[in-house]
């Protein structure tokens, strides 16, 4: 039992992890942009099926790791440039409504090209197989996830805490009209916070393919679970998001040891509870 | 007032012309989510509330009501008890829900809305899951094409009347404010969540209304109907329509079913084409339709004034 319960943590952990880069993704841009991005998911979605064709093709796993989430990035941009940019202007509904439409184009796209049966991408030789823990014997790939995407939390929290650019961000998320004033050019500061999100939502998605598989409709189902990390979280919190996404991917691990049938639902009773008790989100303000 | 007239005038004809020019299940679907879209007006349109929920209520009620009619109740209990079922759930999760605004009002219904999925989604013995809700049959007084039209018909008026009659009264004057300027309300005394959840309560009624009728066209309920890119297309066909008219985003529902409808023949894979109007109707014609013909109508106004003003001048130079 006790082997359960501890393989079901770190496996929650890994399922945390993953949320927090998607939520985090999420986060940037709520924040910074002010738009609910309804596309991160497709996002997601794309980054992993880049990432498996990208390992097919080449044969190098940890290419198609550093590749796809950039390739990500790419369509970010395009989303940011031809549609968002241009909807600065009218009401936030629309700029809404165009991501909502972009996440139906990408997730048909998707369809078109892998076909809708789901893929399975192996993890390469060195990290497939299991590492005995001494009191536990785990599978070795989602050992490195863990390590990795704390890994990238870290670099990510240095990025936004050491920078000039990550300075200009968070000044942002706090107040996008008073870095105009400071003479800063918004319009990149939006490209890039864009892109920044759109890398942590490719990167995220690439991370999962080993341990989750592919399927079409991952992108629809990643999104509210970006939203109740969001939510709990509370809004434009980063540390928030990081820490909302760990937790729920630990109770849907211990949701799997006691109720299997209940791991999706407990997403939506814990974001019940923070409504309840601290409707304003873990770490929000107001 | 004259323009309502008018428009009035012409949601009667088309109720009238609509039966030949549409099949059958298509019409009744636009009469349904005609319901949809223009009590959901009255939250986005009139109050300035965008709630990415309304599939929600769009689907549990088509559930209740779907499940009640295999439990062998009859139609006209079905229907107020699916209705009455999602204003007691619009109370509830509008409390949660209003007391937050923009971004995090907009998350916190979509998330709902999520969550009662999966409730429909895991609970298998009682909503067929992933397989929806089948079997549901129609009572025999409207199994004929011709009765279902009538009867989806009259409830279409009534409920169109009856949002009307909110729309134009006092309540529907205080929507409008809280629109305009929220604080100000709030200044003058109205208790503004108070409001909102009021709005959000009756454009989720209305569309509980409109679920429990659903189940009667294709006698089932697909779970699709309470996922969140339904209540993704209910807010467009109300944008599409155009939020600046009463009956504006009924025009948005026949132009999405019919281009659906369409589309879902010739390919399978048609949402990629629905997507490409989305947006290309965001970046260019954002007031929706509505606006586009009344726009159009301006400027043919403004030119045939101009050309008279123009008159106006030759006559002066020539005095």
């Known amino acids: ?286 | 007032m004259m323009k309502n007239k008018y428009s009035f005038i012409a949601l009667i004809i088309f109720l009238f012309v609509g039966p030949f020019l549409f099949p059958n299940a298509t019409i009744a679907e636009m009469l349904i989510f005609g319901i949809v879209a223009i009590s959901t007006n009255i939250m986005l349109g009139y109050t300035g509330m965008l709630s990415f929920g309304q599939a929600l209520f769009f689907g549990t009620s088509a559930y209740i009501s779907g499940l009640m009619l295999l439990g062998g109740f009859p139609l006209f209990l079905a229907i107020p008890v699916a209705t009455f079922g999602s204003f007691i759930i619009s109370l509830f999760i509008g409390y949660f829900c209003v007391k937050r605004e923009g971004l995090y009002f907009i998350c916190l219904t979509f998330a709902f809305n999520q969550m009662f999925y999966f409730i429909a989604y895991v609970w298998h013995d009682v909503t067929g899951g992933e397989d929806g809700l089948v079997g549901v049959e129609r009572p025999a007084y409207i199994d004929t094409q011709l009765t279902f039209y009538i009867f989806t018909a009259i409830m279409f008026l009534f409920a169109v009347i009856a949002l009307y009659k909110i729309v134009t009264s006092p309540l529907g004057l205080i929507f409008k404010l809280i629109r305009e300027n929220a604080s100000r309300a709030e200044a003058i005394g109205y208790n503004v969540r108070f409001y909102k959840l009021i709005s959000f309560s009756i454009a989720s009624t209305f569309t509980g209304l409109a679920g429990s009728l659903y189940v009667l066209i294709h006698s089932m309920v697909p779970i699709d109907q309470i996922h969140w890119l339904k209540s993704g297309d209910i807010i467009f066909m109300t944008l599409f329509g155009g939020v600046g008219s009463f009956l504006g985003p009924l025009i948005g529902v026949v132009g999405y079913i019919w281009l659906s409808d369409t589309f879902s023949i010739i390919w399978a894979r048609w949402p990629l084409i629905m997507g490409v109007i989305f947006a290309i109707v965001v970046l260019y014609f954002r007031g929706g339709v509505s606006e586009l013909l009344e726009n159009l109508f301006k400027k043919y106004k403004s030119i045939s004034k101009k050309t008279e003003h123009e008159q106006n001048i030759k006559n002066r130079k020539l005095n």
């Open chain 1, 1 to 286: 039992m006790t082997f359960l319960i501890i393989s079901q943590i770190l496996n929650g952990l890994g399922l945390g992890m993953l949320y927090a880069l998607v939520g985090v993704g999420l986060t940037l841009i709520l924040g910074v942009l002010n738009i609910p991005n309804f596309a991160h998911g497709v996002l997601y979605a794309l980054g992993a099926y880049l990432a498996f064709t990208i390992a097919n093709l080449t044969g190098s796993f940890y290419f198609a790791m550093f590749l796809s989430p950039l390739l990500v990035v790419l369509v970010g941009f395009l989303l940011e440039s031809q549609g968002v940019r241009r909807l600065y202007h009218a009401h936030h509904d629309y700029q809404l409504l165009f991501l909502f439409a972009c996440a139906l184009i990408i997730q048909e796209i998707i369809i078109i090209i892998w076909g809708p049966i789901g893929f399975s991408l192996l993890p390469p030789p060195s990290l497939s197989g299991a590492v005995d823990l001494g009191f536990l014997i785990y599978p070795k790939y989602r050992l490195v996830l863990i390590c990795f995407a704390l890994f990238m939390i870290v670099c990510l929290y240095l990025f936004l805490t050491k920078t000039n650019l990550g300075a200009i961000l968070r000044a942002g998320i706090e107040n996008r009209d008073m870095v105009k004033v400071l003479g800063i050019n918004v319009n990149v500061v939006f490209l890039y916070t864009f892109g920044l999100g759109a890398y942590l939502a490719g990167l995220a998605g690439a991370l999962s393919a080993p341990i989750m598989g592919l399927t079409p409709s991952m992108g629809l189902d990643i999104l509210p679970i970006c939203f109740v990390v969001v939510v709990v979280a509370g809004l434009g919190s980063i540390p928030g998001a990081i820490i909302a996404g760990i937790l729920i991917g630990l109770s849907q691990g211990a949701a799997t040891i006691w109720f299997p049938e209940a791991t999706n639902v407990v997403i939506y009773v814990m974001m019940g509870l923070t409504i309840i008790f601290r409707p304003q989100g873990l770490f929000g303000v107001r």
